[in-house]
């Protein structure tokens, strides 16, 4: 069965500091890879995908991801995080182009000033 | 494009009371996902809706249930309820597969309350 590990539950980090939210996930065939962003009391929003093509794959608000097929990875990372960062962010994962997703615990990103 | 609308956005239900909830997918998608949020279970699949037939389905209960329209909304039902079943409901839609793309979009959500 597929599954998505998120190793970290909450990463605390300084204003203008970078930042890496770790993604691994398990599945013996195709996947697709997102990440999620949910603020406060709101829905999901999309950050990014990874379908296929390019493995490094980027947000217009200056996320990017790495697919890494050996090491079942999909971290998420910011060279320079802001307070309006702060939120849960999700990873999650569908398989063979199925609408079902499957999604990691979440890392909560705690901006400090 | 409007967006995903889900409503109510809050509900309170007594337990053994059955609810139902909305949600209207962005124009043009034919494929809703419906999601529980819970603290201790994070975001579970429930089952999922492309032109009126369920396609896919998660592990929950029976009580648990949903339908499509033809104009792709989708109602999900939650009978005899019990306290477990507090949680935030999330809708999503999907255009139609195309190259593989299953992007979903989700609403804000219908925060359920039991009693």
């Known amino acids: 069965a597929q599954s998505v590990t998120q190793l970290d539950s909450q990463v605390p980090v300084f204003e203008e500091a970078p930042v890496e939210l770790r993604c691994n996930y398990s599945?013996?065939?195709?996947?697709?890879l997102f990440w999620y962003v949910q603020y406060p009391n709101q829905g999901l929003q999309l950050l990014l995908k990874y379908l296929s093509g390019s493995t490094l794959v980027e947000s217009i608000n200056g996320f990017e991801a790495e697919f890494n097929k050996s090491q079942t990875s999909f971290h998420l990372r910011k060279p320079s995080v802001h307070i309006s960062d702060t939120a849960e962010y999700f990873c999650?994962?569908?398989?063979?182009?199925?609408?079902?997703?499957?999604f990691g615990s979440g890392t909560r990103l705690l901006v400090r000033p | 494009k409007a967006g995903v609308t889900q409503t109510p956005r809050y509900l309170i239900k007594t337990r053994g009371q059955q609810v139902t909830l909305s949600c209207s997918p962005i124009s043009g998608h034919r494929s809703v996902s419906w999601y529980q949020q819970t603290p201790g279970q994070g975001l579970q699949f429930l089952f999922e809706?492309?032109?009126?037939?369920?396609?896919n389905k998660g592990n929950f209960p029976g009580r648990f249930s949903g339908r499509q329209f033809s104009n792709s909304r989708s109602e999900m039902n939650v009978s005899t309820l019990e306290l477990g079943d507090s949680a935030l409901y999330l809708c999503?839609?999907?255009?139609?597969?195309?190259?593989?793309?299953?992007?979903?979009?989700f609403g804000q959500g219908t925060r359920l309350t039991v009693v």
């Open positions: 599945s013996s065939v195709s996947v697709y």
């Open positions: 999650a994962v569908s398989v063979d182009s199925s609408y079902k997703l499957i």
């Open positions: 809706y492309f032109s009126e037939t369920q396609r």
């Open positions: 999503a839609s999907s255009p139609t597969k195309l190259e593989g793309n299953t992007e979903a979009f």
